[in-house]
């Protein structure tokens, strides 16, 4: 089975779970996620089936948007409520120093590009292995900070220790880290409590679907496919152009074709039928165009 499923994921299971779960209803073994969420998280996370995988590429830059909730008082070392307090909880003796208007002030802060320093319990690579895994061993983790983008952080409330809170963040952003180094500013520490993904680059919450919605479809291909966004909705930034079977030969084989797409954009989607993607194009000059991802026939 091949497309984009955009699941609503709930707390508790990793993205592998969500994984396996989709592999077990469509039958089909080529799935990936495209951002991992951690176990604490809900919400949106869109998965490539079959050979739509091969358009992982152009997802990895998508930003993505969030609500959630930051608890001060303490920290963590994962930086969430998931992990071991860091130390005693100091809420009491903060309380009266940490307003909403400072909290919004100390977010506005964030907003905009920053080196950040991902958290030791993540999935960034050292020398091959994720972090958290040397960091569950007990062993040195030395991350190196990444450029990100906080295009929009919103503090919504302040309810006692617990800060309610709408960001959007570059891919590779942690928003466990803001929450983190909020704390550090404010003196008293914070962890983040809460996170739902709400956006996943032009993917939203109105189109994903609980995992009992793809249960109960379990077996029926038809119904699954219903599950999944349209073919030519994918990467609105392409132009979508249907080529007749002597062109999709030639393009199946690696040859540069001339399309009937005259937009100018540098990629189109490729389709056989209305549903059908072949593949990404790249054009070379007018309307010729060099094959970069081929889906096979």
């Known amino acids: 089975m091949n497309g984009l499923l955009v699941i609503d994921k709930p707390g508790g299971m990793t993205s592998h779970d969500v994984v396996y779960r989709v592999r077990r209803a469509t039958g089909e073994k080529s799935v990936g996620h495209l951002g991992t969420l951690d176990p604490m998280a809900t919400g949106v996370l869109p998965l490539l089936l079959g050979k739509y995988t091969r358009l992982a590429q152009y997802f990895s830059?998508?930003?993505?948007?969030?609500?959630?909730?930051?608890?001060?008082?303490?920290?963590?070392?994962?930086?969430?409520?998931?992990?071991?307090?860091?130390?005693?909880?100091?809420?009491?003796?903060?309380?009266?120093?940490?307003?909403?208007?400072?909290?919004?002030?100390?977010a506005a802060g964030f907003l905009g590009e920053s080196d950040q320093m991902p958290p030791a319990f993540s999935a960034k690579k050292i020398d091959g292995k994720p972090a958290y895994k040397l960091?569950?061993?007990?062993?040195?983790?030395?991350?190196?900070?990444?450029?990100?983008n906080v295009s929009a952080f919103?503090?919504?409330?302040?309810?006692?220790?617990?800060?309610?809170?709408?960001?959007?963040?570059?891919?590779?952003?942690?928003?466990?880290?803001?929450?983190?180094?909020?704390?550090?500013?404010?003196?008293?520490?914070?962890?983040?409590?809460?996170?739902?993904?709400?956006?996943?680059?032009?993917?939203?919450?109105?189109?994903?679907?609980?995992?009992?919605?793809?249960?109960?479809?379990?077996?029926?291909?038809?119904a699954l496919e219903s599950l999944c966004i349209h073919p030519r909705s994918l990467l609105p930034e392409m132009p979508s152009v249907t080529a007749d079977e002597t062109t999709l030969g030639r393009l199946r084989n690696g040859a540069q074709a001339n399309l009937p797409e005259f937009s100018q954009a540098p990629l189109v989607k490729v389709f056989a039928t209305q549903r059908d993607l072949a593949g990404i194009a790249r054009r070379v000059a007018g309307t010729l165009f060099q094959p970069v991802v081929v889906m096979g026939s």
Not at 135 to 148: H, I, P, Q
Not at 157 to 165: H, I, K, M, V
């Open 135 to 148: 960091a569950r061993e007990g062993k040195s983790v030395e991350l190196k900070t990444a450029r990100v």
């Open 154 to 222: 919103e503090i919504t409330g302040l309810d006692g220790p617990e800060a309610g809170f709408a960001m959007s963040i570059s891919a590779g952003g942690y928003v466990r880290s803001v929450a983190h180094e909020i704390g550090v500013k404010l003196g008293c520490g914070a962890h983040l409590s809460g996170l739902r993904r709400t956006r996943a680059g032009v993917f939203t919450l109105d189109q994903a679907h609980p995992l009992d919605e793809l249960d109960k479809a379990t077996g029926n291909l038809e």
């Open 61 to 106: 830059t998508a930003e993505k948007s969030y609500s959630g909730s930051i608890c001060f008082g303490f920290a963590t070392d994962t930086y969430d409520a998931e992990g071991q307090p860091a130390g005693p909880d100091r809420w009491d003796e903060f309380a009266s120093s940490v307003s909403l208007g400072r909290v919004r002030e100390l």
